[in-house]
């Protein structure tokens, strides 16, 4: 398998979560989304809509975080990500779309900089933005976390997609100075997970690609 990657990338994060939850090994091959090699015309050829993470394994060619990963569950079950239950998949896959739609497509890079560079808003106004997104978005999710009474992850006992997406968007709300103090069962959970060695392997710093 050869996973395209960068290193700061939540989306990409959120694969390399469930690459190493399930053990499987891969190469990694940077792209620098901060350089612009997303679009350029080979990678387009991979990712139509320019972007990371890209997945080629079996001869395919897969794109879309949450469709990889849910390739990922079904190839190799034996680490179940999205439980099989009707109602705890239902709530799993509530939080990942949830962050997945709601949260992220608002703040990735490619939103952020047409809101710079062609709409010409401030520094100061895109950092508004990026952090009311983020509150309206983490404050559902706390409340879904409160409603389903979650422990050290967010539904059930292991961790799976939820944490796959949520671990990324709170490390991404931290690096960009969002207040996080009012989501004491998201940093709960974050918390948990951070302290697991699935997590710390695909954490950005760790990546071939870091740049400090």
């Known amino acids: 398998m050869k996973l395209y990657s960068f290193f700061n990338s939540s989306t990409s994060y959120r694969v390399r979560i469930a690459l190493a939850l399930k053990g499987l090994t891969y190469d990694y091959l940077g792209i620098n989304l901060r350089e612009g090699q997303q679009y350029s015309h080979a990678h387009r050829e991979l990712s139509p809509i320019g972007g990371v993470p890209v997945l080629v394994t079996d001869g395919e060619v897969l794109t879309q975080s949450l469709a990889i990963i849910d390739y990922l569950d079904n190839r190799f079950p034996q680490t179940c990500l999205i439980p099989v239950d009707a109602l705890q998949r239902a709530r799993v ?48 999710v706390e409340a879904l976390l409160q409603r389903h009474g979650s422990g050290n992850y967010c539904v059930g006992d292991e961790p799976g997609l939820a944490e796959c997406c949520l671990v990324p968007q709170v ?41 400090a």
Request: with cysteine.
């Open 93 to 140: 896959l509530e939080i990942a779309n949830l962050i997945g739609c709601d949260i992220h497509p608002l703040n990735n890079v490619r939103a952020l900089n047409y809101l710079q560079n062609v709409l010409g808003v401030t520094a100061e106004q895109k950092s508004a933005w990026y952090k009311h997104w983020v509150a309206e978005g983490l404050s559902a």
């Open 171 to 211: 490390a991404n709300a931290e690096r960009m100075g969002c207040d996080l103090s009012g989501y004491p069962r998201i940093l709960a959970v974050y918390r948990h997970c951070l302290e697991l060695p699935a997590f710390q392997a695909a954490a950005p710093a760790r990546q071939a690609d870091f740049i």
